[in-house]
């Protein structure tokens, strides 16, 4: 049945934005079911001279799926697993999964290894049996919003908490195949093609080759989601991981699980300072490899704060536990291990760095059970929703408000510093701010509340102003959340307009009528 292309603007409006609350247009929709779909919709955009603007779940927060124009290609029918291996070489199940399965489905159904095999190999059949018969595995791919679609997250090389042990989407991607704007497929597979030097010369499934250039700069050597991922002689499947759907269109990913830890547990100390707070972190990452936490998590005052009040006036997130009024800062960890008595000595290990820190033991929460580490999970939740919340509350007076949230990191040595520059900075302007987030990876989320439009225009100064401080001290603009519409101006920052037109010359390689994601990472003209 050929792909159908909807007009009816009522069909139309629920997918013209996405988490960055920012609204776009477009003529039209449709949500392919397989990749034959797709290539007949990709011909009839390029027939009519349209552009194409690709959605999973919608869950970004840098409006990398708001259409701008042209047609919205919606990827939510292809939400299949559609085969299993099994790598004998490093003893590790593999997954091929469609673009638009989400997150949580996938790890439901590796959890309780329950699987639709219509359509499955013989082979990928008796994988499955292997697999039924094997353990408990998981899919290590860590990010807050479990209904992201495994497409978005690949587009958009997706991290969280747990990428500080597991990596980023990249470091779980084994395989992707993808159409191109002219229709053609391409597959690829991790070893196979790299690039040399800085040269691309990439074989389709069809024999045919495209050549070009890749971007000169050098990427900062932190967690980083700006601009394409580049360097010499790389894995040239790493260039589509992290590309915003600006190269092509992912219709399989192969990814690679791994086994479930024996056991899983958390912890959240409290500090009085939070200078003790980054002396406790500074001792964690200290750890030898084998004990390194899986998560380091950071929760300023305002964090607290902002919770205690809730909790009092509010009555709500009545599931966590009450907060000392002496909590200045806050530091959540997550630990796997193989065996109890791992578990109770790195408890006791753990509880040495605390004590050294300046924090207390004495009120520190311990979560052993899947129950009570759910309870530091909703800790870290809640802190996002409280915000909505209130910036919700501020837009009945302010229509055009929305809170502004940082996604910058910098090299380990320069922790100390970014944190003294956010308070310093803050504090000189007078604006609401809480800190939290990634602190592992010196990678935190500054959410500022603006109350009116000019705190708004001044907090978007500010985060201009941390783009060249972070930038000259060798950090990035996007550690997580990438660029997509809203951020091009700080890619700007951290690589220069000759870099971004080296990216658009790379994307005219692959699209050249820039038919895919216009506006993703960069504009399509300078």
Wanted: glycine share 8%.
């Amino acid at each position: 049945m050929p792909a159908q292309i909807l007009n009816d603007p009522q069909i139309i409006q629920p997918y013209l934005s996405d988490e960055s609350k920012v609204t776009g247009q477009a003529e039209s929709i449709s949500f392919a079911e397989n990749e034959a779909e797709i290539r007949e919709i990709l011909l009839a955009v390029s027939q009519a001279h349209q552009t194409l603007t690709v959605q999973g779940a919608r869950t970004g927060i840098t409006g990398g799926a708001v259409p701008k124009g042209g047609h919205i290609l919606n990827l939510s029918k292809l939400n299949r697993i559609t085969g299993m291996g099994w790598d004998a070489k490093r003893k590790r199940f593999l997954l091929s999964v469609q673009p638009g399965m989400q997150l949580n489905q996938l790890n439901k159904a590796i959890a309780e290894k329950s699987f639709d095999t219509t359509g499955w190999s013989a082979q990928a059949q008796s994988a499955l049996r292997r697999f039924q018969q094997n353990g408990a595995w998981f899919l290590p791919a860590d990010i807050t919003e479990t209904t992201a679609s495994i497409g978005g997250m690949v587009s958009t090389n997706a991290s969280g908490a747990k990428s500080y042990r597991y990596g980023s989407m990249r470091q779980h991607v084994l395989g992707l195949r993808l159409l191109l704007a002219n229709g053609k497929s391409l597959t690829l597979r991790r070893g196979e093609q790299f690039a040399q030097g800085r040269k691309v010369a990439l074989r389709l499934d069809d024999g045919s080759q495209i050549a070009g250039q890749l971007p000169a700069y050098q990427m900062p050597q932190v967690k980083n989601a700006s601009g394409y991922y580049v360097h010499e002689n790389m894995d040239l499947i790493d260039l589509f991981i992290g590309s915003e759907g600006t190269l092509g269109i992912v219709t399989e990913v192969t990814l690679a699980l791994a086994p479930q830890p024996g056991f899983t547990w958390g912890m959240m100390a409290f500090f009085t300072s939070e200078q003790n707070a980054l002396a406790y972190v500074h001792a964690l990452r200290a750890l030898p490899q084998a004990e390194q936490p899986a998560a380091i998590e950071f929760f300023d005052q305002a964090c607290l704060a902002l919770i205690r009040s809730e909790q009092e006036q509010l009555h709500t997130h009545q599931n966590i536990p009450a907060l000392s009024p002496a909590a200045q800062s806050a530091i959540y960890t997550e630990f796997t291990t193989e065996s109890l008595t791992d578990r109770d000595e790195a408890i006791n290990r753990v509880a040495d760095l605390l004590n050294a820190a300046g924090g207390d033991e004495q009120a520190t929460w311990l979560a052993l059970s899947h129950q009570d580490l759910e309870k530091l999970v909703a800790f870290r939740h809640a802190i996002p929703e409280s915000i909505n919340r209130i910036i919700a509350e501020r837009k009945r007076q302010h229509p055009n408000l929305t809170k502004l949230g940082s996604d910058m990191a910098v090299p380990d040595d320069k922790l100390d510093w970014v944190m003294k520059l956010y308070e310093d900075t803050l504090t000189q302007t007078g604006l609401e701010a809480l800190k939290f987030g990634h602190i592992g990876d010196n990678h935190l989320h500054v959410n500022i509340l603006p109350r009116n439009e000019a705190e708004y225009t001044q907090g978007k100064q500010l985060f201009e102003l941390w783009a060249r401080e972070i930038v000259a001290a060798s950090g990035t603009v996007s550690a997580e959340h990438g660029i997509g519409k809203l951020k091009h101006a700080l890619l700007a920052e951290l690589y220069g307009a000759q870099a971004l037109n080296e990216m658009r010359a790379l994307k005219r390689c692959f699209d050249s009528q820039g038919l895919l994601n216009p506006g993703n990472m960069f504009p399509l003209e300078a």
